[in-house]
T-cell receptor
């Protein structure tokens, strides 16, 4: 089975800190995604990457950046965390061989910014 | 992406079939119908997807109306572990890997009573 692993289940940070959220997948998938999920707003796409060193903005990229130096790893970076970035962050991956098929999600990181 | 409409919540009894409806009257001919579910404190997981014909897998069945303006996810025998939020999503056929993502709405929260 595909495994998408997010480095932390819960994270508490202070306003202004630089925050790194890490995601690793073990199925050689080309495409990786970062979403955030907030009550009443559903899942919203922050960034995605379809290849190493490639990235594209999603619907809400402001305040975030990403890094994809290796195929299996996709990092989300909050340059200067703010309280409105308190949220559940979900990483996902998908194979190029199955463009119309499934996304595989990690279990999520609940980030609290104080 | 075309819009879907789902009931906010549904209840079911354990070991009974569950029919989760989804309306998508503006679906286009190339839109796939995807279903995902999200268990409490987990990331979404793929359930099933289809284009025109009904589909079955080990988790569920997908019944697609002849005019494709609606579909129904069928859980043949609900268990307590099926309590989750179920998302119905339309996704146009992807031709280029840099195309974006699945857009998750608010879904249907399914409760299963023992």
């Amino acid at each position: 089975d595909v495994k998408v692993t997010q480095s932390s289940r819960y994270l508490v940070k202070r306003t202004g800190e630089k925050v790194f959220l890490e995601c690793v997948q073990d199925m050689d998938h080309e495409n990786m995604f970062w979403y955030r999920q907030d009550p009443g707003l559903g899942l919203r796409l922050i960034y995605f990457s379809y290849d190493v060193k490639m990235k594209e903005k999603g619907d809400i990229p402001e305040g975030y950046s990403v890094s994809r130096e290796k195929k299996e790893r996709f990092s989300l970076i909050l340059e200067s965390a703010s309280t409105n970035q308190t949220s559940m962050y979900l990483c996902a991956s998908r194979s190029d061989r199955e463009l119309n098929e499934k996304l595989f999600f990690g279990s999520g990181t609940q980030l609290s910014v104080l | 992406d075309a819009k879907t409409t789902q009931p906010n919540s549904m209840e079911s009894n354990e070991e009974e079939p569950v029919h989760l409806p989804c309306n998508h009257s503006t679906i286009s001919g190339t839109d796939y119908i995807h279903w995902y579910r999200q268990l409490p404190s987990q990331g979404p997981e793929y359930v099933i997807h289809g284009l025109t014909s009904n589909v079955n897998n080990r988790m569920a069945s997908l019944a697609i109306a002849e005019d494709r303006k609606s579909s129904t996810l069928i859980l043949h025998r609900a268990t307590l572990r099926d309590a989750a939020v179920y998302y119905c999503i339309l996704r146009e056929t992807l031709r280029w890997r840099s195309q974006g993502n699945l857009i998750f709405g608010k879904g249907t929260k399914l409760s299963v009573k023992p």
